[in-house]
C-alpha cells in the first residue's frame, strides 16, 4: 500500500460519525434506513460517509428486492485490519516513491 492509499483509509475513519457507522454494521448488513435510524444522521448525509467509508474498502453495499418489489440499499462490514507503526509509516512512503520513480523514468 502506498502513502496515498494509506492516507485515504485513515481519513475515511477520521471521524466519529464513521467510527460509529463501522460500529453498528459490526452486526451484519443494515438497511441504509435502519443504519440512519440507529447513528441518528439523515439518509442523505449517511450516505456521504458510506461513499466515502466504501471507496476507502471498509463498508460494501448491495441492492435487494423487497418483497413488493421496491430496491433496498443493504451495507455491510468488510473485514479488515489497520497497522500504524513506523514500518507500515515508511513502507508506504517507499512505495510511493518507487511509483513515482517508475513515472518519471517512462
Known amino acids: ?7 485515504a483509509r485513515l481519513t475515511a475513519i477520521a471521524s466519529v460519525q464513521r467510527l460509529r457507522i463501522l460500529a453498528n454494521l459490526e452486526g451484519g448488513a443494515l438497511h441504509v434506513s435502519e443504519l440512519a435510524r440507529r447513528v ?3 439518509r442523505a ?4 460517509h458510506l461513499t466515502k467509508l ?6 460494501a453495499g448491495r441492492l435487494e428486492l423487497s418483497d413488493d418489489g421496491k430496491a433496498l440499499k443493504f451495507f ?4 479488515f485490519t489497520i497497522t500504524i507503526d513506523a514500518a507500515t509509516i515508511i513502507a508506504a512512503v517507499a512505495a510511493t516513491a518507487a511509483t513515482s520513480h517508475t513515472e518519471r523514468e517512462n
Open 76 to 79: 455491510e462490514l468488510v473485514p
Open 45 to 48: 448525509l449517511l450516505y456521504m
Open 54 to 59: 466504501e471507496e476507502a474498502g471498509f463498508v
Open 40 to 42: 441518528e444522521m439523515s
Open 1 to 7: 500500500m502506498d502513502a496515498e492509499r494509506l492516507a
